[in-house]
Structure formats: C-alpha cells, structure tokens
C-alpha cells in the first residue's frame, strides 16, 4: 500500500468498549488531532480466559460509527475467517492480524483465503517470536491470494529476559523485513513495545529515525479505566502532544552539500570495511594452519584456556578503545564459532 510522504498516524483504543466511548473518542479526536485511520479492537486475543475479552460483533458498528463521525477509514484485529466476514459484512474499511495470530500458518492461510478477491488493506503484525521469516511467510500468503495493499506493523517480540520493554523491539527484524519485502509498507505499533506510557516517545522518535511509515498508537478518553492494556493507552489531548514533539525525517537526501559529506564518510567506512574483510580472511588462513599443526600432533580443537585468555585480553583492549562490551563478546564469540568450524572439518578430513 502507497502510503504517501507524510508518516501513516493510526489511533484508537485498545478495545472498542462502550458505544459512548467510541463517540467520545471521535470527538476528541476531533478537537485535539485527527489520525488517517482509526483502530479499536473488537475481540481481544488476552493470555488468560476470564479477563475482558472485547465486546465482540456489537463493537462493529460503534467502530464504524465513529470512523463516519471522523470521516477517516476504520480497523480492527481479526483472528479467524469468522471475524473476517463480520468485519467485511459492518463496512470495516482495513483489517489487521494480531501477534498471536500471525505465528500461526494455518489461520493466516484461512483468513488470507476467505479474502480472496477482495480489495481490503490488511496490516500484519509481527509473530510474538523473532522470526523474520513467519513474519515475511504471513505478508506472502495474502500476497498470494491477490491482496496487495499490504503494510507490517512491527510491534516488538516476547522475551524471557527482563526488560523494560513490555515487547522488546529487536529493531533489525523490522529492518530485515524491509530490505526482503520492499513493497511492503512498515509502521511501528510502539503501545505494545512499550507497555507503559512513558517509553512512547522514544520509540516513536527511533521508528521515524529508522524511516517508519507511520505509527499505531493506542488511544482512550480515559486510559485509567480502560478494559485492556490500561497503563500503554493515551489520551488525544496527549497524543497530539507527543506527536508535535516528533521529529520526522527525510529519507530522500537532497542538500548537496550533505550528500557530498555523506559520500566521503561512506566512502570511509567502504574502505574500512574492505580492510576488516581482508584481516579476517589473513585470521581464517592462520586458523588453518593451526588446524594442520593441531591435526598432525593430534591435539583437541577447543582449547579451553586459549579462548579464555583471548577474551580477557580482548575485552580489556575494546575496553581502552570504549566498545560495547556485549557487541565485542558477541563479535569474538561469532569469529570463534567459524575457527573452530573450520578446524573441526579439517579433522575430520
Ligand atoms: C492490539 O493491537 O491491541 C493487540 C492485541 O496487539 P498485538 O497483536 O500486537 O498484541
Ligand atoms: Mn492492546
């Protein structure tokens, strides 16, 4: 989908709740700040049973309802064909599928057939797990069934780590979906990455240094006695805000005299990665030759205490020159990983 050169701005409650929510979420809209398009979540896919789990096909027409009064196009979640068709049937302008559902081939591949030769917008979500390629596999089964107003919405991964991220962001996936689907349009849903109001900004701010086409961000009149995801949603008073405070950026550089300084320093790190390249293939041709020496003498391939020691020495030396400690040990580990695969398929020769 061609989203055009002004940032896509999507808004709206978590859950479409009450019929007088949605009016009043219009009309605010309508006094602080209108969004190009309009969510409310209509069934709640929620981790536990019991806890609210959206108003369900009731919930359409409110949505809608509400899109009329603003004049803007509507969205909402499905997770099966059921909703598919609800949603079609209630004049639903845009559809989008949810994190949980999007893991699931089977159900993508049900929804994206009930939608076979209609023309409707669909926004995927990525999976709750970092794998680019579920994400890409999702966006190609639509594809397939002609749908080609496609846009991802990237709104961070699950973790077992702490975090204060309620969605770590993992910000390369995103970038690995768009350098393999270019036609894809790519927005940032950062409600769901952040979790909590206050990490908003931030992550708004890096979806637009990143070239995002737009934002997701969840909105309610009353955030504090919202039915889901209360702590994440804003009011439009502060939607407007926090919009105003954002810097959008040019991803089309037309300064000359900037191009030129960028071409020089690009030409710089063109050379430095050159010589990066040709220092790793010298290390590689070293590693070899102890293989052989390592092979002929019969000795082990891991040597426990050596690899030690060039971590220690290594770590104290990116230390001096100011590198991120969990980049450079991840980097040493990566170079380490291919010496001693290379050394064990000697042996095995
Ligand atoms: C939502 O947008 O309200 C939602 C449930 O999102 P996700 O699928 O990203 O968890
Ligand atoms: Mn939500």
């Not at 737009?214 to 006695?225: K, R």
């Not at 439009?236 to 405070?245: A, G, H, I, T, W």
Request: proline share 5%.
């Amino acid at each position: 989908m061609d989203i055009g050169d002004e940032p896509l701005l999507i808004a709206g409650p978590c859950s479409a709740e009450s019929e007088e929510q949605m009016i009043l979420i219009a009309d605010l809209f309508l006094k602080h700040r209108k969004p190009n398009i309009l969510r409310a979540g209509i069934w709640k896919p929620r981790t536990r049973p019991n806890s609210f789990e959206g108003v369900g096909e009731v919930g359409l027409k409110w949505l809608k309802d509400a899109g009329i009064k603003l004049n803007i196009p509507v969205i909402t979640e499905v997770a099966n064909t059921k909703h598919a068709e609800q949603a079609l049937e209630a004049g639903i302008d845009m559809l989008w599928i949810g994190a949980r559902t999007t893991v699931n081939p089977f159900l993508v591949q049900e929804i994206a057939e009930s939608l076979r030769g209609v023309d409707i917008p669909v926004f995927v979500k990525n999976p709750i797990n970092p794998d680019v390629n579920l994400w890409i596999g999702a966006l190609e089964r639509f594809q397939a069934m002609g749908i080609n107003k496609l846009v991802a919405i990237h709104r961070g991964f699950s973790s077992y780590d702490r975090s204060v991220y309620r969605n770590v962001p993992m910000w390369e996936i995103p970038i690995e979906l768009k350098a393999n689907c270019p036609e894809v349009e790519l927005i940032c849903d950062p409600s769901h990455i952040a979790g909590t109001r206050d990490l908003l900004k931030q992550i708004c701010q890096r979806a637009f240094d990143l070239d995002f086409a737009g934002l997701m961000i969840e909105t309610h009149p009353n955030p504090e006695s919202a039915l889901s995801d209360k702590e994440q949603q804003i009011t439009p008073k502060v939607l407007d805000q926090l919009c105003s405070n954002l810097k959008p950026r040019d991803s089309k550089i037309s300064n000359q005299n900037f191009i030129t300084k960028l071409e020089i320093l690009r030409d710089k790190i063109d050379e430095i990665d050159a010589s990066l390249l040709k220092k790793l293939a010298q290390r590689l041709e070293i590693i070899r030759e102890i293989g052989t020496y390592k092979k002929e003498n019969n000795v082990t391939v891991l040597q426990i205490d050596r690899w030690k020691r060039i971590l220690d020495t290594r770590m104290e030396w990116s230390n001096h020159l100011e590198l991120n400690e969990t980049w450079m040990k991840e980097l040493l580990s990566f170079i380490h990983t291919e010496s001693i695969r290379v050394q064990t398929e000697m042996m095995a020769d």
